[in-house]
């Protein structure tokens, strides 16, 4: 049985011997330095110190001035929308599923989840919105001409939207980003939204200005 246990016995005596050894201080062996690193406070510190001193803080406060005007004057226009060559029109149903329960302030619930809803049965579209490339001119002569005295929201996929407005005397909106325009599956200007029934009547179309009156 002793002969048995021997083998167990000096594996473990070896697992503690090894563990002791690996435990045990060696003392120092070299040169030891201490870590000094730079305070990053202050190296930002300086470096701003620096930029205004050299007046680059200036310099680079006028270029965001003059780039935020440029945005807000000249917005990057609307990606893949191209000039409409042919009437193009279709139906857009505006109805959504509702995908929770909407409660109102007490916990009750106003709307299922999973309830059908159209927009347009509470809050119908007053006007027509007309898309516009504010850089063609004959869009723009096309949209006076033909909603100019109505009520319509004229709203530009390219151009200079402030410049228009002085120039034109009445307010006109951007596409920021084409949500519109992609919501509403459209890819040429003019394009017309307007409410038909519990849908919306979507039309492209190329801007034709109606016939000059008798004087």
């Known amino acids: 049985m002793t002969r048995l246990n021997f083998p167990l016995c000096a594996t473990a005596l070896c697992l503690v011997v090894a563990s002791s050894a690996e435990a045990r201080d060696y003392g120092q062996h070299g040169t030891v330095w201490t870590v ?20 680059e803080t200036a310099r680079l406060n006028e270029e965001l001035k003059r780039r935020t005007i440029a945005r807000v004057n000249r917005p990057a226009p609307v990606a893949g929308i191209a000039n409409a060559s042919a009437v193009r029109r279709w139906s857009f149903d505006p109805t959504i599923t509702v995908d929770a329960d909407i409660m109102d302030d007490k916990g009750r619930t106003i709307i299922a989840r ?66 519109l325009t992609a919501h509403f599956a459209i890819h040429a200007v003019p394009a017309v939204v307007e409410q038909q029934g519990r849908q919306l009547l979507v039309t492209e179309q190329p801007p034709k200005l109606p016939p000059a009156r008798p004087s």
Not at 36 to 55: K, S, W
Not at 134 to 154: E, V
């Open 114 to 179: 999973g309830t059908r809803v159209n927009p347009l049965d509470t809050v119908p579209l007053r006007a027509p919105l007309v898309f516009l490339d504010g850089d063609d001119q004959a869009q723009i002569d096309w949209a006076l001409a033909r909603y100019g005295r109505t009520p319509a929201k004229f709203i530009l996929v390219g151009g200079a939207p402030l410049e228009l407005m002085k120039t034109k005397q009445r307010r006109f909106y951007f596409d920021q980003g084409g949500k």
């Open 36 to 55: 000094v690193e730079p305070d990053l406070l202050a190296q930002i510190h300086a470096r701003l110190v620096h930029l205004e001193q050299t007046g």
